[in-house]
T-cell receptor, first 109, second 116 residues
Framework: KNEVEQSPQNLTAQEGEFITINCSYS?????LHWLQQHPGGGIVSLFM???GKKKHGRLIATINIQEKHSSLHITASHPRDSAVYIC???????????FGKGTLLTVNP | GAGVSQSPSNKVTEKGKDVELRCDPI?????LYWYRQRLGQGLEFLIY????????KSGLPSDRFSAERTGESVSTLTIQRTQQEDSAVYLC??????????????FGPGTRLTVL
């Protein structure tokens, strides 16, 4: 079974700071997802990637398959970025996702 | 277009009662997934549908939990004789098909279930 670890568990930042959230996993995967969950809200898929790097606005996701590690970066953070960020991995053609416990990000104005 | 919808958004029930949670996937999405998120814990896989068949029910925590799906449309998750440990947010997701390893899942807003 894949173990998905996220760090840090909690992160507090000041508006404008550069944010990095890390995810590591134990077994080879076919895809990794980054998800965002706002308090009381549903989950939004931010990225799905299997190699390299993806960018969307102020968000950047990278993955290193050899090191079994992915990072989510937020540039010029804003209070509206405050949310729980969840990493999830898929193995091979398995439809199941294995989730990390999430990182609670709070961005103060 | 419309995303995944779930109803009710919140449900408070008494221990021992049965509850039904509904998920309407994105139109045309073949695959449908149910997850549970208990307070302070990560998401747990419950069940997956490919069309209206459920090839994998291994995540259902007990025989009090069941789910069905009508065609490639709405799904209902039923919890019988609810217990306090069933309190959680139940999330539904859908994806166009399951065979691709690169398939993205689209999540609904969830149903927050509280068992008193």
């Amino acid at each position: 079974k894949n173990e998905v670890e996220q760090s840090p568990q909690n992160l507090t930042a000041q508006e404008g700071e550069f944010i990095t959230i890390n995810c590591s996993y134990s077994v080879g995967i076919s895809a990794l997802h980054w998800l965002q969950q706002h308090p009381g809200g549903g989950i939004v898929s931010l990225f799905m990637l299997s190699s390299g790097k993806k960018k969307h606005g102020r968000l950047i996701a990278t993955i290193n398959i050899q090191e079994k590690h992915s990072s989510l970066h937020i540039t010029a953070s804003h209070p509206r970025d405050s949310a729980v960020y969840i990493c999830a991995v898929r193995e091979g053609s398995n439809y199941k996702l294995t989730f990390g416990k999430g990182t609670l990000l709070t961005v103060n104005p | 277009g419309a995303g995944v919808s779930q109803s009710p958004s919140n449900k408070v029930t008494e221990k021992g009662k049965d509850v039904e949670l509904r998920c309407d996937p994105i139109s045309g999405h073949t695959a449908l997934y149910w997850y549970r998120q208990r307070l302070g814990q990560g998401l747990e896989f419950l069940i997956y549908f490919q069309g209206n068949s459920a090839p994998d029910k291994s995540g259902l925590p007990s025989d009090r939990f069941s789910a069905e799906r009508t065609g490639e449309s709405v799904s209902t998750l039923t919890i019988q004789r609810t217990q306090q440990e069933d309190s959680a947010v139940y999330l539904c997701a859908s994806s166009p098909f399951w065979q691709s390893s690169y398939n993205e899942q689209f999540f609904g807003p969830g149903t927050r279930l509280t068992v008193l």
